[in-house]
Nanobody, 124 residues
């Protein structure tokens, strides 16, 4: 079992930046595909970004391409989401998740373990 703890959320003005961190403990971190998801009030949880086990495969939803960057540090058992040029529509609770499968997927139901979430609020 892997435990995930997110941090780095907060309140930022439009155009600003935040870096989210997801620290993993438990089983070997590099065994898992990792993803970031977000959920805004009244909306379903949606895929934001994913990273393969090796770190060589990076995937993003269209609305964040060019603004967000996902990365992982195996030595630190941590995955990051660098968010630049933030917009009010990026406001949501952001969740880190991991899955045992071989590839990055976009469906939340295919992920096996989750963090508790961190709030990101972007003011206009």
């Amino acid at each position: 079992q892997v435990q995930l703890v997110e941090s780095g959320g907060g309140l930022v003005q439009a155009g600003g930046s935040l870096r989210l961190s997801c620290a993993a403990s438990g089983r070997t971190f590099s065994w898992y595909v990792m993803g970031w998801f977000r959920q805004a009030p009244g909306k379903e949880r949606e895929f934001v970004a994913g990273i393969s086990k090796s770190g060589g495969g990076l995937y993003y939803t269209d609305s964040v391409k060019g603004r967000f960057t996902i990365s992982r540090d195996v030595a630190k058992n941590t995955v990051y989401l660098q968010m630049n040029s933030l917009k009010p529509e990026d406001t949501a609770v952001y969740y880190c998740a991991g899955r045992n499968g071989p590839i990055v997927t976009m469906s939340p139901s295919t992920y096996d373990f989750w963090g508790q979430g961190t709030q990101v609020t972007v003011s206009s």
